[in-house]
């Protein structure tokens, strides 16, 4: 099955909190692709990262930091010293091997993310 | 700037009533998609057009349809609406291959009454 699990329907934290949204995935897949997206209320989903399967690198990026283990099949998100901007709906998503020249997307269902000042 | 232009952001629509939703992309994308989002499912793809005029069906098609005449816009047809296909309907687009992000739309929220 091809499947992505983001158990954290909603998050709520204060200003300058750190919080790290979970990403599971399943695959039979080898190869890979996986990614995380940002959906701030105007309702436009704003790609934040890829990463390929072969790459287990942890990424930084400001305040954002992702963690990829393949051991345990997650790929999360860390936000550090959050800000109220912050706020919005985070999917993760994955594309499989299988999407040739589709390239489809499996995305989980979201966690929402409310900071408060 | 690139962008994916969906054309209406808030529709209200009758039952029974044929619904065309449109979206726009100038980044010369091949493979374009539509998904609809509800509270608690996430994104679920509805159809998704890899080239002009090819069209593949994704896991909910059931009461929708699609064109695409041509590279950059990809229309959704609702034949009938109903009720049940309230929702906020997105648009993306990427290139061919794997591993490309998608550039989203910022999506039509779409009432039925």
């Known amino acids: 099955a091809q499947k992505v699990t983001q158990a954290q329907t909603e998050i709520s934290v204060v200003e300058k909190e750190d919080v790290t949204l979970d990403c599971v995935y399943e695959?039979?897949?080898?190869?890979?692709?996986l990614f995380w997206y940002k959906q701030p209320p105007s309702g436009e989903l704003v790609f934040l990262i890829r990463?390929?399967?072969?790459?287990?690198q942890n990424e930084i990026s400001g305040r954002y930091s992702w963690n990829f283990q393949k051991s345990t099949s997650s790929f999360n998100f860390t936000i550090t010293a959050s800000q109220v901007v912050d706020s919005a709906v985070y999917f993760c998503?994955?594309?499989?091997?299988?999407?040739?020249?589709?390239?489809?997307?499996?995305f989980g269902t979201g966690t929402l993310l409310a900071v408060q000042p | 700037d690139v962008k994916v232009t969906q054309s209406s952001r808030y529709l209200v629509k009758r039952t029974g009533e044929k619904v065309f939703l449109e979206c726009v992309q100038d980044m010369d994308h091949e493979n374009m998609f539509w998904y609809r989002q509800d509270p608690g499912l996430g994104l679920r793809l509805i159809y998704f057009?890899?080239?002009?005029?090819?069209?593949e069906k994704g896991d909910i098609p059931e009461g929708y349809s699609v064109s695409r005449e041509k590279k950059e816009r990809f229309s959704l047809i609702l034949e009938s609406a109903s009720t049940n296909q309230t929702s906020m309907y997105l648009c993306?687009?990427?290139?061919?291959?794997?591993?490309?992000?998608?550039?989203f739309g910022s999506g039509t929220r779409l009432t039925v009454v």
């Open positions: 998503a994955l594309n499989p091997n299988y999407g040739g020249a589709t390239n489809k997307l499996i």
């Open positions: 057009s890899y080239d002009v005029k090819m069209k």
């Open positions: 990463r390929n399967s072969f790459d287990e």
């Open positions: 993306a687009s990427s290139f061919g291959g794997r591993g490309y992000g998608y550039t």
């Open positions: 695959t039979r897949d080898t190869t890979y692709y």
